[in-house]
Every structure is written in C-alpha cells, then in structure tokens.
C-alpha cells in the first residue's frame, strides 16, 4: 500500500491545481483593470490547464508545488485587481509582468515533460467533449486542450486531435469562429500542412478546407502563409491531401486577390497537372476545375492556361467515364471559353464541339444532368459562331435536339426547347435544318403548354421560321397547324399570353395563296375578327386588312358576317 501513496499524492495536487487554475480563469473574466496584461495571462493559464489536464499525475508531480505557488500568487492579484486595492499602477504591471513569466515558464516546462513522456505512456487524460449547446468558454477550453495536444502530442496524439477538430468545426460553425480568432491555432494548422506525415497533412488539410469556407476566416489563412503549403500538398501529397487542399484553394480564390498568390507559387502548373494525369477522379478534378474557373477570371492568369494546354486536356477529360470529371471539364471550358472567339476556335479545333454531341448522342449513356451541362455549353460556345454553327449542322445537332423535344425527361425537354430556340435565331440555314428535321410540329404542340416561358419560347422560335418560304410551305400544308394558331387567338383564351407572336407568323402565313386560304376557311377565322373588333390587338386589324384584298375579301364577308 505504501507504493501507492505518493500516486495518490501527485493525484490530489494535480485535482487541486486544475481547480485552482479554473476557477482563477473565470476569476480573470471579470477584471476591468490592466485588461492588455490579463488576456496574456489567461491565455497562459488557458495553456497550463489544458497541459495539466492531459497529463499524468506522477510525472508531473515535480512540478506541482511550484505551479500551485504560481497559481495562488496569480490568484493573489486578480483579487487586487478586482478590488483595486494595489497601491501603485507601476508596481501592480510589473507583478503581473513577473507572473505572466512564471507561467510561461511552467507552460514550456510542462511541454517538455509531456513530449518526453506522452509516447511512454501511450494515454492520457481526455478532455471531454462539451455538449451541444455549450457555452463559449467550455468550448474554448476543449479547442485549447486540443490545441496542446497538436503542439506537444506523439504522432498519434496530433492525428487524433485533428480528427476531434475536424469534427466540431464539421457539426458546428461557432467551433471554426473560435479556431480562426486563435492565431496559434492557425499557424500550427498551416505548420501541419508542411509536415512528413503523410495522416497529420490530410486532417489539417480537411479542417482548414472547412475554415475557408467562411469569409471572414479567409483573410486569417491567407495572412498566415496557407496557400504555399496548400500549392506543396498539390504537387506532393496523397490523394486525400490533395483534395481537401484543392477545396480550400477553391474557396480562397473565390477573391481574385488570391488568384494572383496561388499562381505566383506555381499553383496552376500543379493544378494542370493533377487533371492531366491519367488517374485523376472526380472528387480531386472536380475542386481543381473549380480552383481554376476562379484562375481564368484575372486575364493574365487565362492566357497562361491557354498556353499551357488548357484546352486540349480538358476536352480530353470529357470523354471520362467519371460523370463528376466530365461536368468539371465542360464548366472549365464553358469559363475560359467565354466571351473569347481565340478560345472558342480552339476548342473547335481539338474536337471539342464533336465531343459534346458525342455526350449527348442518346445512344451514349449518361444522367440528365450531364446533357443539360452539354447543352449549356454547346449553346454557350457554339451560336455566336457562324463556323461553329455550321459545324453542329454537320454534326447532326438538330436530330439529336429533335430526340429530346421529343422523348427527354421534363427538365431536359424544356431545356431542348430553350437551346432549339437560340439556336433558331443563330442564321437562316439553322431555321432550315430544324424545319426539315420536323421541328415546327412539336413547336405547335408547345404553344398550348402550361408554362407561359415555353409557351412564348414555342411560339418566337415559330415564328422566326416561318420568316424561310420553305418552312412556310411545309407548315401550312397541315390543316391542323392553323387551326390550333386561330382557335389560341379567341379573346376569351385565358392561357396563351403570346397571341402578338401568333398573329405575327399568321401574317408570315398570309404571304403564301396556300396559307391565306386555309386562314379565312377555318373554322376560328372569326376570332381574327373579334380581336380586331374589341380593338385588343392592333396587329389584328393589320392582319384583317392583310386577308381583306380583292381576291378573298367576298370569302372573307361569307365567313365573317354569316
């Protein structure tokens, strides 16, 4: 029994130490007088209590006698302090001075005991938790022992210490608040980001990836020097590393500032590179493209891609079979490509545009999300281009919209119809190809639809290609074209919202003999009379008057006024 009294004694001091030291950190909360001095203080008490908490009782126990005389004297001055009851300002800073040191030295001593003899001991006492809904202090403490334990910690103490980290700041954001006001915290994370340890890289690099997804925490990273160590986690850390490294870039560089600094240190080279490699996934490619898209916005930075063969891989990357790898490749080139006909051409020239319509063959199996993206780009890249126009003809662009007006789930139908429609306004021979590809049939169908955008969009895509004779010509020849176009003009008609675009391809109609005659013989002719009549549309009494020549005007008067 006697071997295990002096543990019982270390044991003891240890509880009354910690005790001590907590109660005199609350203490200090409340002082008004010296405030510069006491938050040094605290945070060194904050620092000894973390130390002591996950220490071991007979190692330290050498040193709780002179931590414990620290503590009271400490403890001494907050109660003058709080009183004012020091006889001199000069004398109480210097006091304070002489304590503030004390501490420091118990802190670094305390440091080395516990670096000495955490992997001996291969425990330690683990702070628990704070529940959810803690107070700030509480959760300060926990963020401090965690931060004891990455400074002073074995590897596996550092690694464990992460991953608590990685977990609060995941489920709660006041955790990253209290990180990023802690400029130690910071530094040691960004310190981890350099280390040989190949573990310890990939958990500080998850949690300063969460930390940058706040921007009021961006500056904090940045003025503490992340963004060299994250560009050396690119070029050559492990795949996790990298990823986590790539996301914190991504939201760093949402403020072009930074573009300058990642390229600066090589950033871009690095980046290229990883989406060149052969092996490169959707969850690393993904966040690169997104660094990169940022990049492209500063000019300079662009035309460096451009020169480093930007264009050519990222049109290489879309034909992966990782769905993840192609949208992040078709974005990236959607961005650089952007309002840059130098860019554009290129694109065409390494096969980028027979790539898309590739994607978007329907025989090529994908989700509906990859053909909207396809669609997007393809209308963002190719319309203001007459050579890029000819060569989505060449293709087969129009069949393969046609495909999806015509059986693509809602979403992609819509969008078919939104592309169909800019693509009709692009030239003649676009209007052409869509209306010997059966697309005014299907454009009719829309202009009963429920949404009023699809049923404007149906009803001025019709429109602009009725404007081509041919197109005229094969749209009349079905009777039931025109008879739908009539009976949406009743004035009563609630839905259509469009009849201003309806009487215009009317009187696109009436420039054919075909098209007037199956005008004023329908059965709905009148209600080109009643718009007219009610003075509702001054574009009806035009196309009255454009029916009403000599040759019809006898039929007209039969029809209208029986």
């Not at 620290?70 to 006889?87: G, I, V």
């Not at 998850?206 to 160590?229: E, N, Q």
């Not at 051409?345 to 993206?373: A, F, H, N, Y």
């Not at 009610?534 to 039969?558: C, H, I, P, Q």
Request: glycine residues 8%; contains cysteine.
């Amino acid at each position: 029994m006697g071997d295990e009294q002096p543990s019982t004694t270390a044991v003891s001091g240890l509880r009354r130490v910690i005790t001590l030291i907590s109660s005199l950190i609350s203490l200090s909360l409340s002082i008004r007088v010296f405030a510069g001095k006491w938050q040094l203080i605290r945070s060194r008490l904050e620092e000894l209590h973390s130390a002591l908490v996950a220490g071991d009782a007979t190692s330290l126990s050498g040193e709780l006698p002179a931590i414990t005389g620290t503590a009271e004297e400490c403890h001494e001055l907050a109660r003058r302090c709080l009183d004012l009851s020091y006889s001199g300002k000069l004398l109480m800073q210097s006091d304070l001075d002489v304590t503030l040191g004390k501490l420091e030295a118990h802190v670094k001593k305390l440091s080395e005991i516990f670096k000495k003899n955490v992997s001996m001991h291969g425990y330690a006492v683990v702070v628990s938790r704070p529940g959810f809904g803690a107070c700030k202090d509480d959760m300060r403490f926990y963020l401090r022992d965690l931060l004891t334990r990455m400074k002073v910690g074995d590897l596996g103490m550092k690694k464990q210490a992460l991953v608590n980290l990685h977990e609060v700041v995941v489920e709660d954001e006041k955790y990253v608040k209290l990180v990023a006001e802690v400029s130690e915290f910071v530094h040691v994370l960004v310190d981890f980001l350099g280390c040989n340890e190949v573990e310890v890289v990939e958990e500080a690099a998850k949690v300063v990836s969460l930390v940058a997804g706040f921007d009021s925490h961006k500056g904090v990273l940045v003025s503490a020097g992340v963004i060299a160590p994250l560009i050396r986690v690119l070029e050559c850390g492990s795949e996790v590393g990298k990823v986590g490294a790539a996301r914190c870039l991504q939201r760093l560089t949402e403020n072009s500032d930074n573009a300058w600094c990642v390229s600066a240190h090589g950033g871009v080279t690095a980046l290229l590179r990883i989406c060149e490699s052969v092996e490169c996934k959707g969850e690393l490619v993904g966040p690169a493209c997104g660094v990169l898209r940022n990049l492209c916005g500063v000019e300079e930075i662009k035309r460096f891609m451009v020169e480093e063969g930007v264009v050519s891989t990222f049109v290489r990357l879309v034909r992966s079979k990782d769905e993840t790898v192609q949208v992040s490749s078709i974005e990236l080139i959607k961005s650089i490509a952007s309002d840059d006909d130098l860019v554009r051409q290129m694109v065409v020239k390494e096969g980028g545009v027979r790539v898309l319509l590739r994607v978007l063959d329907p025989k090529w199996t994908c989700s509906s999300k990859i053909r909207e993206v396809v669609m997007r780009a393809i209308e963002n890249l190719c319309f203001s281009s007459p050579s890029c126009v000819s060569v989505l003809l060449s293709y087969g662009f129009v069949d393969q919209l046609m495909y999806y007006v015509r059986n693509g789930e809602a979403l992609v139908q819509e969008l078919a119809l939104k592309v169909a429609f800019r693509f009709c306004e692009t030239s003649e021979e676009a209007k052409k190809a869509l209306g010997d590809a059966g697309f005014m049939a299907e454009l009719v169908k829309f202009l009963n639809a429920k949404s009023f955008e699809v049923r404007e969009m149906a009803a001025e895509a019709l429109s602009g290609m009725v404007m081509v004779a041919k197109n005229r010509k094969r749209f009349v020849q079905d009777d039931q074209n025109i008879a739908l176009l009539l009976q949406l003009l009743d004035p009563g008609e609630g839905n259509s919202g469009n009849k201003k675009l309806l009487i215009s391809i009317l009187m696109s109609l009436t420039s054919c003999n075909s098209g007037r005659k199956k005008i004023v013989s329908s059965g709905y002719a009148k209600n080109i009379e009643r718009l007219a009549e009610a003075e509702v549309s001054s574009d009806a009494k035009r196309l009255v008057r454009k029916l009403s020549t000599n040759r019809f005007r006898s039929m007209l008067n039969g029809i209208w006024h029986s």
